[in-house]
């Protein structure tokens, strides 16, 4: 973030481009753009359109907004007093980062919280790595490889995420989990895959 609130678009996907270890070269395959495109935009020379964007962030499985949001400082602790972490806002719940810029990069834990009725939504969610659940409050149903398992409070699941997993809150009051997700791809990638702004 530059002054008056300008975000360098063509750094930011420089750096989730980088970030996912992927070439100009696999970006441009990716996306359908030309090399040539992805280099000027890169480089500031151009500005991408929304539709540009919105390719890219489907070639880069990021949320359109990550080309607009600061990069958070890396650290090797994440200290988040309780009511503030960061909230991603998608229909009907929420999902919490509970160690944003953390270095290690082995595991990501999150705050699930989910209204009367809400879910993952209706595609199966799946990703590398590991994925543990603890049900904090309420209740929730998750469906792993086609098994449900009813996570009340004090109960978990631990499970391959390649497995298609999705999660559904079927009560009448809120429920809150603690996901942490161990990908063995880019932490952003696999938190990303269990937000759906739809």
């Not at 609130?5 to 070439?23: A, F, H, N, P």
């Not at 699930?112 to 595609?123: D, K, Q, R």
């Not at 497995?163 to 990908?183: E, S």
Request: proline share 8%; with cysteine; net charge neutral.
């Amino acid at each position: 973030m530059t002054e008056r609130g300008y975000v360098d678009v063509g750094k930011r996907l420089r750096t989730l481009r980088e970030r996912q270890r992927m070439s100009i070269r696999a970006l441009a395959e990716a996306s359908g753009l030309a090399v040539n495109t992805l280099s000027l935009i890169e480089n500031g020379r151009t500005s991408p359109s929304v539709s540009t964007l919105q390719r890219l962030a489907v070639a880069l499985q990021v949320p359109i907004s990550a080309f607009f949001t600061p990069e958070v400082p890396q650290q090797r602790i994440v200290y988040t007093p309780a009511g503030q972490a960061s909230n991603n806002i998608f229909p009907h719940g929420t999902l919490a980062d509970l160690a944003p810029g953390f270095v290690n990069h082995t595991l990501e834990p999150l705050l699930l919280t989910l209204n009367p009725g809400a879910g993952s939504g209706p595609e199966a969610i799946i990703h590398t790595g590991q994925e543990f659940v603890f049900g904090l409050s309420g209740q929730i149903l998750y469906t792993v490889a086609d098994q449900t398992y009813t996570i009340n409070p004090g109960d978990s699941l631990l499970f391959e995420a390649v497995l298609p997993h999705r999660w559904h809150n079927p009560g009448n009051t809120p429920a809150q989990a603690l996901l942490v997700l161990c990908p063995l791809e880019l932490p952003r990638s696999a938190f990303e895959r269990h937000i759906r702004y739809e």
